[in-house]
């Protein structure tokens, strides 16, 4: 069942809902504002829209990448496993 969260991100109060249990919302609220704040002190404009897009960009990323990891790691055990079914049958 999804509950309303208050989070506030860049300043900014916002009414959220989710069906994470509010320790995972709070841990998604600080892991945005520490991305934000990271972002935005390492630029010289205070533009909030270029810091939220930069960070979404390099979250984006990161997310692809770990996708393709995990990808690759269920490649690699599809792998082993065929090598185990040969190894028993032989």
Same mark, same amino acid.
């Given at each position: ?11 900014r109060e916002l009414s ?6 509010? *320790?995972?919302?709070? *841990? ?53 496993? *065929? ?8």
């Open positions: 069942m999804k509950r309303s969260h208050a989070v506030t991100i860049l300043g959220v809902r989710s069906s994470a249990p509010t *320790e995972k919302v709070r *841990e998604i609220e600080s892991f945005v504002n520490h991305r934000l704040l990271q972002i935005g002190s390492a630029l010289s404009s205070s533009d909030a829209q270029l810091v939220l897009t930069l960070a979404l960009l390099n979250t984006a990323e990161e997310l692809i990448d770990l996708k393709s990891r995990q990808g690759q790691s269920g490649a690699i055990d599809n792998r082993i496993q *065929e090598i185990i079914r040969k190894l028993e049958t032989a």
